[in-house]
């Protein structure tokens, strides 16, 4: 829910892979793309390629991962005046992918999630904060997403520590007694098979037992991550939710931790990674908010030199600390970086219906991405009239999803086909079995 299933991509090399020239205005409709992560990264590569207008349609089926995401792009665009890179870089990290959060982090949490519960119930000053973001989803989601926000920046009880190990109890079953086994089957025999080498015992048995992906010698958590929870209900003064519901099984390291430009980052030495999952990715973060902020070229500076990959850091139990002391809370109005000619419009997902009856959306975007678990509302009918000539369609898929194997990722490519037969598209060649994507082209 909280996380993508597929490493981050510049989308408009994707469409140059297809097309020999990019348009004057480039029209993306992200369904089910879980993460900015997509948008992060087509935004820091911008700038090698000619100058485009960027238009980004974002649907999810969750609230949750609706104000989520805007946390997350209020993060990544913060001044650089307000928030230096590292420092913006790690609180990124640790929202992100963390169940638990320095007390650093929750304060800032705490403050933003205040900030934006002004921008969701006031439209001018969204603008003045984040003029590339506009809102248009349905009333009900709005108030939902107001509430979230509240929740966020509230002190109801929380203990998502408690929460974690309930579902790691119930999704185990009779396995839970040997669950450090099972952490190492699922790593060894699937993540690693599929394309996740970089990916660490430690670093994924920390995050298969606590919830907890990134961490660093120099830092310790102990504050819960509020905006991971899920179903916030209002309940007077109080709200009453259904704690964490997202991913337990893969983690956050596929998005930003797998691949890298620097290849020193990606080396082994007797079969240990010189380097973790949450190095690789910290290195790449530092880079994609770099070239936003700049528009240039990257040249990366270790913060630490520190190689952790191979060394066995001791995992013990955690825990939520929380005082209830009485927190200030900074409202001040922190402007993000200017983006030119960049819109990310989030939209209901009961529009990709409405579509089809729209003149304006006909032939309108030139790339529709497609998450894994938004299939279903991948058709013909929907693609071919919506999706503009010579346009690209990418549908995610399903490899690292720990729990599938061959027989699975062969289904879903069939049911990916059958879903499109009888469309414009022409399919390029896709290998459930080893590719991250499948790819369509409208001739």
């Avoid at 990019?22 to 992200?30: A, H």
């Avoid at 890298?260 to 010189?274: F, I, P, R, S």
Wanted: with cysteine.
């Amino acid at each position: 829910m909280f996380w993508g299933l597929s490493p981050a991509l510049d989308l408009q090399e994707q469409y140059l892979k297809e097309n020999k020239t990019l348009p004057e205005e480039l029209n993306i409709l992200l369904v089910g793309g879980a993460d900015s992560r997509h948008v992060l990264q087509t935004l820091a590569r911008r700038y090698r390629h000619t100058t485009t207008k960027l238009n980004f349609y974002v649907m999810e089926a969750s609230v949750e991962t609706i104000a989520k995401q805007l946390l997350l792009l209020n993060v990544a665009l913060q001044d650089p005046s307000i928030m230096g890179l590292v420092q913006k870089v790690k609180f990124f990290m640790e929202l992100y992918g963390n169940t638990l959060v320095r007390p650093a982090v929750a304060k800032f949490l705490t403050a933003t999630a205040t900030q934006l519960v002004k921008m969701v119930t006031d439209y001018e000053y969204l603008n003045q904060v984040m003029p590339f973001v506009t809102l248009e989803i349905k009333y009900k989601e709005r108030d939902y997403l107001e509430n979230l926000l509240k929740f966020w920046c509230g002190r109801d009880e929380f203990d998502i520590c408690d929460y974690w190990d309930r579902r790691l109890r119930k999704n185990l079953g009779v396995r839970y007694d040997s669950k450090l086994g099972a952490f190492d089957w699922d790593l060894h025999m699937r993540l690693h098979s599929v394309g996740g080498k970089q990916l660490c015992n430690q670093e994924y048995r920390n995050f298969r037992l606590n919830g907890v992906a990134f961490s660093w010698l120099e830092s310790e958590v102990s504050k819960p991550n509020r905006s991971m929870v899920c179903l916030a209900i209002p309940n007077g003064e109080k709200f009453v939710h259904y704690g964490y519901l997202g991913d337990m099984q893969t983690g956050p390291f596929v998005s930003f931790g797998l691949e890298c430009e620097d290849e020193n980052y990606l080396k082994a030495t007797n079969g240990q990674n010189m380097h973790r999952a949450t190095d690789v990715t910290e290195r790449n973060l530092c880079q994609i908010f770099h070239e936003i902020q700049y528009g240039e070229t990257y040249s990366h500076r270790n913060t630490s030199d520190k190689q952790l990959g191979p060394v066995v850091m001791q995992v013990g139990e955690k825990r939520v600390i929380d005082t209830k002391t009485n927190e200030t809370r900074n409202t001040a109005k922190n402007k993000c970086i200017d983006l030119e000619d960049v819109s990310i419009k989030f939209v209901s997902l009961s529009l990709l219906k409405l579509m089809l009856h729209k003149n304006e959306y006909r032939e309108f975007f030139q790339i529709i991405y497609f998450g894994c678990f938004y299939t279903e509302h991948l058709n013909k009918d929907l693609v071919d009239r919506v999706l503009a000539k010579d346009g690209l369609v990418l549908v995610e898929n399903q490899k690292f999803v720990v729990t599938h194997r061959d027989k699975q990722l062969q289904e879903f490519g069939e049911n990916v086909r059958k879903a499109l037969e009888g469309s414009k598209l022409t399919e390029s060649c896709f290998d459930p079995c080893k590719d991250n994507f499948a790819r369509f082209v409208k001739a």
